[in-house]
């Protein structure tokens, strides 16, 4: 069964860190592209960050780069996006998706295969 489940949400105060983990079961994510996304109550999805399956360029979203940082583990199926200097309005339900052609970009999340269930990110003091 193909899967990926997103944890390490939770509720930090502003300024704080989280790091969330996106883990694959059912396939490999070695050459797959992950893209992480965001969606806030009231808006729409947001692409994040992604990472590429074929040599591991990333991007980020101006409204995160240098405070977010997206890195693989491919021998723990896994991939991270660290989360610092949190701001509230960085408060949102966060989701891990592959792309199994390798290359997936953040603001094309039509491309992507599959899709984790998300996980909560509050920032609030």
């Known amino acids: 069964q193909v899967q990926l489940v997103e944890s390490g949400g939770g509720l930090v105060q502003p300024g704080g860190s989280l790091r969330l983990s996106c883990v694959a079961s059912?396939?490999?994510?070695?050459?797959?592209?992950i893209g992480w996304f965001r969606q806030a109550p009231g808006r729409e999805r947001e692409g994040v960050s992604c990472?590429?399956?074929?040599?591991?360029?990333?991007h980020y979203a101006d409204s995160v780069k240098g405070r977010f940082t997206i890195s693989r583990n491919n021998a723990k199926n896994t991939v991270y996006l660290q989360l610092n200097n949190l701001k509230p309005e960085d408060t949102a339900v966060y989701y891990c998706?592959?792309?199994?052609?390798?290359?997936?970009?953040?603001?094309?999340?039509?491309?992507?295969?599959?899709w984790g269930q998300g996980t909560q990110v509050t920032v609030s003091s």
């Open positions: 990472i590429s399956g074929s040599d591991g360029t990333t």
């Open positions: 059912g396939f490999t994510l070695d050459y797959c592209a």
């Open positions: 998706a592959a792309d199994v052609s390798g290359f997936g970009y953040y603001r094309t999340p039509g491309t992507y295969d599959y």
